[in-house]
């Protein structure tokens, strides 16, 4: 049992009674443990001996930095602002002009749905059913802006966390090959898409026209390509998704220091390759809120580069119910009227 503050580098450990150790242990431990005294430790740094110590999940959280936590909050909804901005730009280059504050009530209730659909995407067809309801001259135009809102942020999470690899190396290199895959079949099909020539050599422009719903993908189709022949428009976009990652890798490790993880085992540096690889992930379909894959992916991370993975789970954890109340601010939008029955829609899938 430790004794004393556990983030310190020196702490007494207090063996319980009947402890056994086995004759590996330093004299030092084996007599504290036979005796029933304290034992003095020290932390192992890197060319010192010492010890390593996990304290347990409760300690960790009663223990946590409420200002640190405060200012990680602040932070994650900095994030979330960029992003209402990020798509509030990208509806009025649809033709779908909207207020900012109406960017940012749909997003809220996006969000919301967040805590509860599989994913940490799942509100993004309540909000694209809800921006297609507001704009019904151009419904697939809205629709589109959603899927394009999340393949920028998805894009620039991956070219984040490649660039820091690549300049950083590390145990992360070992990421390296598969997000550098994903980014690579991302781009390639994008501009593969983009290429009329290659398009109308595949047939593939007049198998769309002859498939029942041809006339429903045709108008997704024409609203896609707008935003691949606006390439400055792209650049800011991706600005913005990489203001907004910066913002939630900084919450992230501001909420590490809270919850007590040493600088020294994870610095900022792989923060800015964990917190976007863990958020890939967590956005498979597969969980409510991505509840499950994350404390996975940052057990495994921490565990990576020699920190406790106890941390790890505590860091995951924190973050997510922060992410849940966030979710929950955009419950009083739901109050709107008219939005209950485009919900009702979007439970059934876009009709137009």
């Known amino acids: 049992m430790i004794e004393g503050d556990w983030k310190e580098t020196g702490v007494s450990f207090v063996f319980l009674p009947d402890t056994h150790l086995e004759a590996g242990w330093p004299q030092a431990a084996l007599h504290a443990a036979l005796v029933g005294e304290p034992l003095q430790v020290n932390r192992r740094i890197e060319g010192v001996s010492g010890y390593d110590w996990q304290p347990g999940m409760p300690r960790v959280f009663r223990a946590m930095d409420s200002g640190l936590l405060g200012l990680a909050m602040l932070l994650f909804l900095m994030g979330n602002l960029t992003i209402v901005t990020r798509w509030w730009r990208l509806l009025a280059l649809a033709g ?138 792209v650049t800011i976009a991706f600005l913005f998704s990489f203001l907004n990652h910066f913002c939630v890798v900084l919450g992230v490790f501001f909420l590490g220091k809270a919850l007590g993880v040493p600088l020294e085992q994870v610095a900022l540096a792989d923060y800015l390759v964990l ?59 739901l109050l709107f009227s008219g939005n209950r029955e485009a919900i009702r829609q979007a439970e059934q899938g876009p009709r137009d």
């Open 96 to 233: 779908c002009p909207t207020s900012w504050f109406n960017a940012l009530r749909l997003t809220f209730i996006g969000l919301f749905f967040n805590t509860v659909m599989p994913g940490q995407t799942g509100g993004d067809l309540v909000k694209g059913v809800l921006a297609a309801k507001e704009n019904p001259a151009r419904r697939a135009d809205a629709l589109v802006t959603v899927l394009a809102d999340r393949i920028f942020g998805m894009l620039a999470l991956a070219m984040l966390a490649v660039i820091v690899i690549l300049v950083a190396g590390g145990p992360f290199l070992v990421l390296r090959q598969g997000l550098l895959l994903l980014l690579a079949v991302v781009t390639v099909g994008l501009g593969l898409y983009a290429n009329k020539g290659l398009r109308r050599k595949l047939g593939l422009s007049a198998l769309v026209d002859k498939l029942p719903v041809g006339d429903k993908l045709r108008k997704l189709d024409n609203a896609a390509m707008l935003y691949l022949q606006r390439p400055l428009q």
């Open 275 to 333: 917190v976007p690889v863990a958020n890939i992930v967590a956005a498979i379909p597969l969980a409510p809120g991505g509840w499950g894959l994350g404390e996975l992916v940052y057990q495994e991370l921490f565990d990576m580069i020699g920190a406790s993975v106890s941390l790890g789970v505590a860091v995951s954890v924190t973050f997510r119910l922060c992410m849940l109340v966030i979710g929950l601010l955009g419950s009083p939008f």
